[in-house]
């Protein structure tokens, strides 16, 4: 499996910014997909996963409200629309894969991550 993520930038606090990670390798489909941040010096922590179908997405409490996970089975890509930025979501954003035809959406359940974007929000 190839993951790259890509769509990250300068943002403003209270900006939004959406990214996107590209999938290749395998059937789309079969595998539910993470995003995960890791901030400078810090370990990388769980944002949200979403569903092989779409339809059932877990956010972490921290960007609960702000973010939303989609994705385009069609397209083999998964998006994470961030609103409301603040300055602690400034960290370098990675997507991840889980196990094919794995129904999981915690954190432990994705194991795979591709290269990561930067995202960066000013105060």
């Known amino acids: 499996v190839q993951l790259q993520a890509f769509g990250g930038g300068l943002v403003q606090a209270g900006g939004s910014l959406r990214l996107s990670c590209a999938f290749s390798?395998?059937?789309?489909?079969?595998?539910?997909m993470a995003w995960f941040r890791q901030a400078p010096g810090k370990e990388r922590e769980f944002v949200g996963a979403?569903?092989?179908?779409?339809?059932?997405?877990k956010y972490a409490d921290s960007v609960k409200g702000r973010f939303t996970i989609s994705r385009d089975n069609a397209k083999n890509t998964v998006h994470l629309q961030m609103n409301s930025l603040k300055p602690e979501d400034t960290a370098v954003y990675y997507c991840?894969?889980?196990?094919?035809?794995?129904?999981?959406?915690?954190?432990?359940?994705?194991?795979?991550w591709g290269q990561g974007t930067l995202v960066t929000v000013s105060s």
């Open positions: 390798g395998r059937t789309f489909s079969r595998y539910a």
């Open positions: 991840a894969v889980g196990l094919e035809y794995g129904n999981g959406l915690r954190p432990e359940d994705f194991g795979s």
């Open positions: 979403v569903s092989r179908s779409g339809d059932s997405t």
